[in-house]
């Protein structure tokens, strides 16, 4: 019914439904048709992104879970992620995500993981306020499936893009990447434990570039002290080679010369 559905233009006419009061009605018909491939690709390229966006605010609880979970569902095809950023999907999702009620959060997050498989949602995500320090407070006070999801987005996040693991470790979440490493979820703990790594390869860089950059500056000014050194060894040398005397053994010369010359003058008068 639903691939005949699809096939009767019923997109279009949800566009005009949307429209309306039956709003509910419209997000409900475009989540069952997103779980047809088919349906993902026209639902993605049409107006009906936006309406869905704009849904996530909507008061209407079954409303909004239904515009979340179409949204997941259009986000697992990557084509229509871009259509799905263009919208304001990510800066939605945060709002959601840092608001007190937590009903969302495994659908949200989920979501996310789909976005920043992406380079331009990856850079949403990453420049989107409070974004990262609620995904942090999720690997705190989420439960198991939530913790195993956020830190499987940040791991991706992270791996992909420098700034955010710099971002993460200014939210503290290593006692809490820690504890998952022994209380999560078989999949949590393994994603636990790569973020950790992830994290002390980081440092270690960091270190070796600190030490080589110290080890520059102070070779630099070692090189310099032993280039003058040399300047003057070969200044020596060279005097040597031409057969020259320093000025004042010269003119000490020159003048005991003529003491002798004037003294003997002297003595014949």
């Known amino acids: 019914n639903k691939e005949l559905m699809l096939t009767s233009g019923v997109v279009d006419l949800l566009v005009e439904v949307q429209q309306s009061r039956s709003y509910e009605a419209a997000a409900a018909l475009y989540l069952?048709?997103?779980?047809?491939?088919?349906?993902?690709?026209?639902?993605?390229?049409?107006?009906?992104v936006a309406f869905l966006v704009g849904c996530l605010y909507e008061s209407q609880t079954q409303c909004k879970f239904d515009a979340v979970q179409a949204?997941?569902?259009?986000?697992?095809?990557?084509?229509?992620?871009?259509?799905?950023?263009?919208?304001?999907?990510?800066?939605?999702?945060?709002?959601?995500?840092?608001?007190c009620d937590n009903t969302w959060?495994?659908?949200?997050?989920?979501?996310?993981?789909?976005?920043?498989?992406?380079?331009?949602?990856r850079t949403e995500m990453i420049t989107c306020p409070?974004?990262?320090?609620?995904?942090?407070?999720?690997?705190?006070?989420?439960?198991?499936?939530e913790q195993e999801m956020a830190v499987s987005c940040l791991l991706t996040l992270c791996i992909e893009d420098e700034r955010c693991s710099q971002l993460i470790l200014q939210e503290g979440v290593i006692p809490s990447l820690v504890s998952m490493t022994v209380n999560g979820t078989p999949r949590g703990k393994d994603k636990a434990q790569k973020l950790l790594m992830h994290f002390r390869e980081l440092r270690e860089r960091e270190q070796e570039n600190r030490s080589s950059q110290a080890a520059q500056?102070?070779?630099?000014?070692?090189g310099g002290e032993q280039q003058e050194k040399e300047a003057k060894q070969l200044s020596r040398s060279t005097s040597k080679k031409l057969g020259r005397t320093p000025t004042s053994k010269r003119l000490g010369r020159t003048l005991s010369s003529m003491w002798k010359v004037k003294s003997f003058s002297i003595y014949q008068c």
């Open 32 to 48: 069952n048709l997103s779980c047809l491939d088919k349906a993902k690709l026209i639902i993605g390229s049409s107006k009906a």
């Open 130 to 145: 409070g974004l990262i320090a609620s995904l942090a407070l999720v690997l705190d006070c989420g439960t198991q499936v």
């Open 217 to 222: 500056a102070l070779g630099g000014s070692h």
């Open 71 to 99: 949204i997941y569902n259009l986000s697992t095809l990557p084509s229509n992620i871009p259509f799905l950023l263009a919208a304001g999907v990510v800066a939605n999702l945060a709002c959601i995500l840092s608001s």
């Open 105 to 121: 959060a495994d659908k949200v997050i989920a979501c996310l993981c789909n976005l920043s498989s992406t380079r331009n949602g």
